[in-house]
């Protein structure tokens, strides 16, 4: 049974920057897709960024030049680098391990951007 475990949230003032990290239990983080999701209070999921087993990388256009997607197989372990950030990151932050028609989520970090 794969576990994901994200860690890094907090609060940070606007233009700050946070490292998210999602580790893996449980079985080789290599063998997945993965991706980062954000749920603001109150609206729905979205996408974030996705990183496949190849190391191609994709982002919201909300993040692209502001958040880095990375992997480290190694380590077990997905990073999501968030810089300049905005009051309009605020949000719980999840990620996603991706194969086939499987799916599995962690428990999600909070995120707040606030002077």
């Known amino acids: 049974q794969v576990q994901l475990v994200e860690s890094g949230g907090g609060l940070v003032q606007p233009g700050g920057s946070l490292r998210l990290s999602c580790a893996a239990s449980g079985s080789m983080l290599s063998i997945f897709d993965m991706g980062w999701y954000r749920q603001p209070s109150g609206k729905q999921r979205e996408l974030v960024a996705t990183i496949s087993r190849g190391d191609s990388t994709k982002y919201a256009d909300s993040v692209k030049g502001r958040f880095t997607i990375s992997r480290d197989n190694a380590k077990n372990t997905v990073y999501l680098q968030m810089n300049s950030l905005k009051s309009e990151d605020t949000a719980a932050y999840y990620c996603?391990?991706?194969?086939?028609?499987?799916?599995?989520w962690g428990q999600g970090t909070q995120v707040t951007v606030s002077s």
């Open positions: 996603k391990a991706y194969r086939g028609g499987l799916e599995l």
